[in-house]
């Protein structure tokens, strides 16, 4: 059932100290939006599926954690207002992006969440590698070896911490060097095969490795990632093939 927030609903939060949910609302008026933008806490409008662009303009004021994540479309037009924002914007609920719509984010200040995404362009993969805060893309499908993906490959991994990435099921061996390369927990546990020339690259990670979606390896690729420092998490056939190998190196 369709919801709509208004002026008169909003003014209600605006001085509410907490953070305000108003999940229930499914679409507001622009002079909402422009209220809320002045609530000073956190933002949390995932029952929205749809926002204008002076709402997108007016949300994008807003200081601190504004949660979007029920928006399934984004315009570009939206897109390049909510870019404005500084602090946190979850937009998990697209599930497809425009180039366009890319490049204007890609100018966003702070944590970026587009969980929802499952696949770019080159366009989108090289723009959104220029973006200068976190980013969350935890259901990607693949990092390719063309320039764009490896490039956002290479900006995921600077990212020091944990890095969620559970959603590939395809890693190119340029993609995997990249990642290799992370300080932290690296999350690949959708990949259900892995080259020896990835395995190698990803045995120089430092930090927790979960990989729980292989079933097999090869002796090579058990040998790389048998050099890994750091928890190694596997499912059982792979992990005896790493241990295997780890008795070879002794």
Do not use: C
């Not at 979007?68 to 998990?92: C, F, I, P």
């Not at 063309?146 to 890693?171: C, I, V």
């Not at 930090?207 to 928890?231: C, F, I, K, P, V």
């Amino acid at each position: 059932m369709s919801k709509k927030l208004t002026l008169k609903i909003a003014q209600k939060f605006l001085n509410d100290p907490d953070g305000v949910s108003l999940e229930d609302y499914t679409s507001m008026d622009d002079a909402a939006a422009q209220a809320l933008a002045q609530h000073k806490g956190d933002l949390y409008l995932e029952g929205l599926t749809s926002l204008s662009e002076a709402a997108a303009q007016a949300l994008a004021q807003h200081e601190g954690w504004l949660d979007l994540g029920g928006l399934t479309s984004l315009s570009d037009a939206a897109a390049r207002r909510l870019a404005q924002h500084d602090g946190y914007l979850g937009l998990y609920g697209l599930t497809n992006l425009s180039d366009a719509a890319a490049q204007a984010l890609a100018q966003h200040d702070g944590y970026l969440g587009l969980d929802g995404l499952t696949s770019l362009s080159e366009a989108a993969a090289q723009a959104l590698a220029r973006h200068e805060g976190g980013l969350w893309l935890s259901r990607l499908t693949s990092l390719s070896d063309l320039p764009g993906h490896f490039a956002l490959a290479k900006k995921l991994a600077q990212d020091e911490g944990n890095l969620s990435l559970y959603g590939l099921t395809s890693l190119s061996d340029a993609a995997a060097q990249a990642l290799g390369k992370h300080k932290g927990r690296l999350d690949l546990n959708g990949l259900t095969s892995l080259s020896d020339a990835a395995a190698q690259a990803l045995g120089k990670h430092k930090g927790r490795l979960d990989l729980n979606g292989l079933t097999s390896l090869s002796e090579a690729a058990a040998q790389a990632l048998a050099q890994h420092q750091g928890d190694l998490y596997l499912d059982d056939k792979a992990k005896e093939a790493v241990e295997r190998a780890r008795k070879r190196l002794a």
